[in-house]
RNA sequence: GCCCCCUUAGCUCAGUUGGAUAGAGCAUCGGACUUCUAAUCCGAGGGUCAGAGGUUCAAAUCCUCUAGGGGGUACCA
């Protein structure tokens, strides 16, 4: 659509006695789509040309000649509204989609470039929650998203394995001992015995220094310890991959806070030899009092690392091991501070490259606290948290619930809810800004209906089903002339920006943005479909015309493949039947 | 106290770089299946864009203040 711009203030290049490169930024969408494609706003004109901008709007209309594709300019009021050649745009955006296929929406701004996403990263001992789906899921779909602009992107998934809990954990199970005949899974048995071992330590400052003293035997790389430790993370990832296997997500790198345990000396010495390092109140730190912010500590009394101490560890191993171009940390806002305060130790430091790791912040799961009616942040330890697994659980119950009563006779029924289930809960996560605060509503989560997962893989299936349909007509020359009706014009227009889209996702790092326009698409296609219904002559097939048939079939195709190719860059699975 | 984020229809949210008449979904009400998949579509009602100032030819959008909500604020992660 970018090139239609140019060849719209190549028109008014003559007559403005402006080049191009300033016409183009000031083009506009007008609101309505039968107005035209692109609007030129004549109020900065007046000024200068000392006339009215309807005046000028009017004027301008009569004068300019126009080239294709701009097939026609009309005033309306202060604007300029210029209206694109359809037949030449359907020509050229369907040709594009046909030829490019799943390659459709990539780019190569991002070539050469190398990015590492820190995501999901959740903490072991514990199952994952239902907030776990947002990391998680928007750190996938920026992986996504980058690639295809053409970074090289690798996922790093930092689990939380490391410090004074699994110290904790340790010692609970020391006291309180392991149930092997209990009939529960493993993760389940071990994230009670967390929460018990949090609670006791509270409690119990015996407790509490038991567990201290179980994680500096941990550091140290006490043989029992390890063994414990090694044994939790290894029933939490066996969990995390079940859910991850589900999603459809995978890492690069799954190498967890106690991976750069032995990197984090080094990483204290090269801030020490910078001259960053105090110690105040028996704790190492960094101060930054200076720029307003609390300090960055390293070191607690005890001589403990902590989580900046590990994450500064990281970040200094990744650049040098990894050599990122950008950094990207896909974690919650309430971290907003603490990735300030790392960016800013990088930066006194001399890291030039500080200026390349960025927080990408997203708001927080809130649940309805059941006596106090107020939305607040969710937690596992509260037991007010709901789970991820148990979310996705039951939404593929609603979708085979749905498909049973729908559509008996489908085949792979299973695997199909399945999809539909987690692309449920995955497009409902994505859909919004990424940075607004999610309340949690499991009846919304699960409602198919409306602007949702399931929405869209089934417009997904509608197109695959239309086709599967059509009768063989790959050698066939559409005759794009022949989309003439509204929802065929508008539909172009919207496959045609996809590309755009994309871009914009990447340079944001926001993939709602992919999900607005791709609900945007299926809107449309839906409506155009649904004409169909009460007059046969608006099919999409049409056994008495083969070339409308050719030619609507082009347009479905292409809608189904960027449809796909979106929805892949999200994470939602798009079966072709449901 | 200080810092960050949020506030648009009953509910959940879109709203491009400031631009024309602020749009969807859910819910409610009324319609459309002898059909290319009705998990769809069409229509209706529903708005002081939290409030007050300011900048501008033009403000939901930018600035200031106020109110309400959420989060954070050195030895948790």
Redesign the pocket.
Known sequence: MEAYKEAIAECLTESLGQPTETIV????????AA??DF?F?C??L?KAWRQA?QQIAAQLAQQLTLAAPVAAVAA????L?FTLDDDILSREVLQTIAREGERYGRGDEGRGKKVVIDYSSP?IAKELAFHHVRSTMIGHALKQILEARGYTVEGDNHL?D????FGLLIAAYERFGWDDAADVEDIVQLNALYVRARNEAKVDAGFAAAGRHWFQRLEAGDPQARKRWRWFVDVSLAEFDKVYGLLGVSFEHTLG?SFFEPYMDDAITELQGRGLVTE????L?VDLSAY?M??C?L????G????ST?DLATVLYRKREWRFDTCLYVVD??????FAQLFKVLELAGFEWAANCHHIPF??V?QRNPESG????GSTRQGNASLLKTVLEAAIG??RE??AA??PDLPDAEL?ARQ?GVG?VVFNDL???R?????F?QE?IL??????G??M???Q??C???LA?APETASVEPLYELLQQPEERALVRKLATYPAVVAEAARTWEP??VA?HL?AI??DF?????????DPG????RPDAADLTVARAALTAAVRTVLCNGLKLLGVPAP???
């Open positions: 930024p000031m083009l506009r969408i007008p609101p309505e107005w035209g609007a706003p109020f900065t007046a901008p309306h009021g202060p604007y509204n903490n939380g490391w410090g004074t809990p806070e105040s109140q028996g704790a730190v307003d609390p300090p500590l070191k607690k009394q005890d403990a690392t902590l989580y590990r806002m309430g971290q907003s501070l603490h708001g927080l809130l107020k939305w607040e942040k609603m979708a749905k498909m729908s559509n199909v539909v449920a859909k919004n800004r940075t607004r605060d999610v309340k509503d919304a409602n198919p209906q409306g602007e949702t399931p929405y893989q089934y417009t299936a509608r695959a089903s239309v349909a709602s943005v607005q609900l299926a809107a839906n409506s155009y479909w649904t004409r169909g219904n009460k608006r099919r999409i097939l072709d039947a449901m």
